[in-house]
C-alpha cells in the first residue's frame, strides 16, 4: 500500500545566480522528478511559486517550487496546501541537508528545523510539523560561521557528481514511496551507496 503525497514541493532560491549553488538541491530533486514523468511546471502569481500536477493511477500530485526566497518558502506551501485542502501529513518537503555527507539523502516524517530557513517557514506558515522531509546530503564546511557562504556556493564536481546520482536515486524513491509505502521507499534510500555508481 503506497503513501499519500498530495504535494511536493522543493526548496531553493530563484533566479540563475542560485541556480546551481548547493542550497537548490530541493529544486534539483524535484526537477529531476518533473523530467522524468514529463512534467512541466508553471508560474502561479497567487502562489508565487512555479507549479505542475502529475497524475497516475489514484494518484494526484502538486508539486511547487516557491519563488520566493529561501526563508519565505511556507507562503507558497501554504498558500497551496489550503487551497487544495491538502493536510500537512500528505506534503513532502526536499531540501538540502548539512548533516548528511553529498551521495545520502534519508526520508524523515515531522521534527523541527534543524537550523534550516526554509523549513523553519513552512512550519510558521503552515502552523505543522509534520510534513515528510527527504533530506538532501550536501556535507558540511565544519565551521559554523562558513555554513552560509558554503550552503550559497557550487559542489566541486566530484560532490556534485555525488549529489546528482543521490538525487535520481531519492527521485525514484518517491515513485516507491507513492506506490509501496514508507517502509519500502525508506528501505531502498536508505541503503543506497554512492559508491555503486560508477
Same mark, same amino acid.
Request: charged letters at 25%; a positive charge.
Given at each position: 500500500?503506497?503513501?499519500?503525497?498530495?504535494?511536493?514541493?522543493?526548496?531553493?532560491?530563484?533566479?540563475?545566480?542560485?541556480?546551481?549553488?548547493?542550497?537548490?538541491?530541493?529544486?534539483?530533486?524535484?526537477?529531476?522528478?518533473?523530467?522524468?514523468?514529463?512534467?512541466?511546471?508553471?508560474?502561479?502569481?497567487?502562489?508565487?511559486?512555479?507549479?505542475?500536477?502529475?497524475?497516475?493511477?489514484?494518484?494526484?500530485?502538486?508539486?511547487?517550487?516557491?519563488?520566493?526566497?529561501?526563508?519565505?518558502?511556507?507562503? #507558497?506551501?501554504?498558500? *497551496?496546501?489550503?487551497?487544495?485542502?491538502?493536510? %500537512?501529513?500528505?506534503? +513532502?518537503?526536499? @531540501?538540502?541537508?548539512?548533516?548528511?555527507?553529498?551521495?545520502?539523502?534519508?526520508?524523515?516524517?515531522?521534527?523541527?528545523?534543524?537550523?534550516?530557513?526554509?523549513?523553519?517557514?513552512?512550519?510558521?506558515?503552515?502552523?505543522?510539523?509534520?510534513?515528510?522531509?527527504?533530506?538532501?546530503?550536501?556535507?558540511?564546511?565544519?565551521?559554523?560561521?562558513?555554513?552560509?557562504?558554503?550552503?550559497?556556493?557550487?559542489?566541486?564536481?566530484?560532490?556534485?557528481?555525488?549529489?546528482?546520482?543521490?538525487?535520481?536515486?531519492?527521485?525514484? #524513491?518517491?515513485?516507491? *514511496?507513492?506506490?509501496?509505502?514508507?517502509?519500502? %521507499?525508506?528501505?531502498? +534510500?536508505?541503503? @543506497?551507496?554512492?559508491?555503486?555508481?560508477?
Amino acid at each position: 500500500m503506497g503513501t499519500e503525497v498530495k504535494l511536493l514541493v522543493g526548496l531553493g532560491n530563484p533566479g540563475p545566480e542560485y541556480e546551481r549553488t548547493r542550497h537548490n538541491a530541493g529544486f534539483w530533486l524535484v526537477d529531476d522528478f518533473c523530467r522524468r514523468h514529463a512534467i512541466t511546471l508553471s508560474p502561479d502569481s497567487k502562489s508565487k511559486a512555479l507549479i505542475g500536477r502529475w497524475q497516475q493511477g489514484a494518484h494526484d500530485l502538486r508539486i511547487v517550487l516557491p519563488q520566493n526566497f529561501m526563508n519565505r518558502s511556507g507562503f #507558497s506551501v501554504a498558500a *497551496l496546501a489550503n487551497f487544495y485542502k491538502i493536510p %500537512a501529513n500528505e506534503i +513532502l518537503v526536499a @531540501y538540502d541537508e548539512l548533516d548528511l555527507p553529498p551521495g545520502v539523502a534519508k526520508f524523515k516524517k515531522g521534527g523541527g528545523a534543524g537550523g534550516h530557513n526554509g523549513i523553519k517557514d513552512i512550519i510558521a506558515q503552515t502552523g505543522k510539523q509534520d510534513f515528510m522531509r527527504l533530506r538532501i546530503g550536501i556535507g558540511h564546511p565544519g565551521d559554523k560561521t562558513k555554513v552560509t557562504g558554503f550552503v550559497l556556493g557550487k559542489a566541486s564536481t566530484n560532490e556534485q557528481r555525488l549529489i546528482d546520482d543521490c538525487i535520481d536515486e531519492a527521485s525514484r #524513491s518517491i515513485d516507491t *514511496l507513492m506506490a509501496e509505502g514508507w517502509g519500502t %521507499a525508506l528501505q531502498r +534510500l536508505h541503503s @543506497y551507496r554512492p559508491e555503486q555508481k560508477g
